[in-house]
């Protein structure tokens, strides 16, 4: 079984700051990553991904995040947050074994003051 | 643009009623999820399916039931509900020829049962 895990249930900083957000999965065999943003009310929204290559994927609206094999990490960061970036987010790890089932963390919320 | 809808927004059902979730989507996606969501837990996988006349068991099928009459719908069935299955209930739908698929999420349906 897959795990997911997101350390921090909750992050707050200020606009214009930047911002990590911490994602660390438990799985051996071959698979992928992404980070969702559920804004409140609404559903999840994709914002990347990674499969292989390079490890530092570029994703919507200034986010980026990167893999590491070695840490079984795949951060969340932006370099200048806005208060619209206020929602919550979601990892996501999941593997190609005839379906692709999602197994995503519990989410952090991410609360940016203007 | 890939849409997932989803209906009803709200629902109020009665303990032992039966409850319909249905789920559209435009998108010609084979993969279609249904997922709950609640606080602590994150998203867990309800049905899945793989195109029209399939649905298969997630993690937690059960006191669920799924029907996918064709390619664009997808409903969750709740013969008996009961109080433990007021959730926020997601579809999403997925591009199966995708080697690292993408899950596009309805907006969600709120489900009290009292």
């Given amino acids: ?27 051996g065999g071959s698979i992928y990553l992404s980070w969702y943003i559920q804004h409140h009310g609404h559903g999840l929204q994709f914002l990347l991904k990674y499969y292989s290559g390079n490890p530092v ?11 590491s094999k070695s840490d079984s990490s795949f951060h969340l960061r932006k370099a200048s947050v806005h208060w619209s970036d206020s929602a919550v987010y979601f ?24 | 643009e890939a ?13 032992g009623g039966k409850v319909t979730l249905s789920c559209n989507q435009t998108n010609n996606h084979n993969n279609m999820y249904w997922y709950r969501q609640d606080t602590g837990h994150g998203l867990r996988l309800i049905h899945y399916s793989y195109g029209a006349g399939s649905t298969e068991k997630g ?3 059960d006191g669920y039931k799924a029907s996918r009459p064709s390619q664009e719908n997808f409903s969750l ?14 579809c999403a739908s997925g591009d199966a020829l995708s080697s690292a698929e993408t899950l596009y999420f ?5 489900l009290t049962v009292l």
């Fill in chain 1, 1 to 27: 079984t897959q795990t997911v895990s997101q350390s921090d249930a909750h992050v707050t900083v200020f606009e214009g700051d930047s911002v990590e957000l911490r994602c660390n999965y438990s799985y």
């Fill in chain 1, 57 to 67: 994927v570029q994703g919507v609206n200034g986010f980026e995040a990167e893999f």
């Fill in chain 1, 91 to 114: 990892c996501a790890v999941s593997q190609n074994t005839g379906y692709q089932n999602f197994y995503f963390g519990k989410g952090t919320s991410l609360t940016v003051i203007p």
């Fill in chain 2, 3 to 15: 849409a997932v809808t989803q209906s009803p927004r709200n629902k109020v059902a009665v303990t």
């Fill in chain 2, 59 to 61: 993690d937690i099928p």
């Fill in chain 2, 77 to 90: 069935i709740l013969e008996l509900a009961t109080p433990s299955q007021t959730s926020v209930y997601f």
């Fill in chain 2, 106 to 110: 309805g907006s969600g349906t709120r």
